[in-house]
């Protein structure tokens, strides 16, 4: 599954959550997320497949921002 969604376009890094139990990507925008959700789910039918938004963090000690929320796609095995 991260090789899979390593080589998504856009992709800009692929984990594991905590517990294994699922891998995402982040991508910059929620454009890119959804078509990467888009051509996982034709590709790989059988996984669960979900493309939405990580919240903005605040601004740090230094007053500089975070960069805007993230948009991942999600990918684990369907039960």
């Known amino acids: 599954?991260?090789?899979?969604?390593?080589?998504?376009p856009g992709a800009r890094l692929a984990r594991l959550s905590g517990s294994g139990a699922t891998c995402f990507a982040l991508f910059d925008d929620a454009a890119a997320a959804a078509a990467a959700a888009r051509r996982l789910a034709t590709a790989h039918p059988s996984w669960w497949i979900e493309a939405g938004l990580a919240p903005v963090t605040p601004a740090s000690r230094t007053g500089s921002?975070?960069?805007a929320g993230a948009a991942s796609a999600a990918a684990g095995p369907r039960a």
Do not use: V
Not at 1 to 8: H, W
């Open 1 to 8: 599954m991260l090789a899979a969604l390593r080589a998504l």
């Open 65 to 67: 921002r975070a960069p």
